[in-house]
């Protein structure tokens, strides 16, 4: 029998300090926390994924190791980009829309609902019902 994937489960990410990781991707993303303690915590990623956040003693930062986080439109993305550079100092990842590194040296990159090259998002229920049209 042939293996099914059905999804990414989660990511995980390494910082220093957990806890003001957890407040910056609260504050960046609105990311609802699962739960922590003791050096790690879980925040949740849409409908289906979650993010593991562990504290490390020694932060490696890859060259282009990432994952992606989706958000609804371009509205949304102009508001990451502002709270990333003026209220955090981060600078984005040039020829990028909108990848940038976390304050811990992991890369994310943030696209939106409306990119069409992003078709492989409609079996998701959640984005069925947004009313999302895409090009044929």
Avoid at 5 to 19: L, S
Avoid at 40 to 48: D, R, S, T
Avoid at 56 to 73: A, S
Wanted: proline share 3%; aromatic share 12%; net charge negative.
């Amino acid at each position: 029998m042939a293996v099914q994937v059905y999804g990414c489960n989660h990511v995980a990410i390494e910082v220093d300090n957990a806890e003001k990781a957890v407040a910056f991707y609260a504050d960046v993303f609105n990311l609802e926390m699962l739960r922590g303690g003791e050096g790690a915590a879980w925040c949740k990623l849409g409908e289906h994924q979650f993010m593991a956040i562990f504290e490390v003693k020694e932060l490696r930062p890859d060259r282009v190791k990432h994952f992606g986080i989706m958000v609804r439109d371009e509205a949304q993305i102009n508001e990451v980009r502002e709270k990333l550079t003026q209220k955090y100092g981060l600078k984005l990842e040039p020829h990028f829309r909108c990848d940038f590194r976390d304050p811990w040296g992991n890369r994310i990159q943030v696209g939106d609902l409306q990119d069409e090259s992003l078709v492989w998002l409609l079996p998701y229920r959640e984005v069925q019902t947004t009313g999302i049209k895409f090009a044929e």
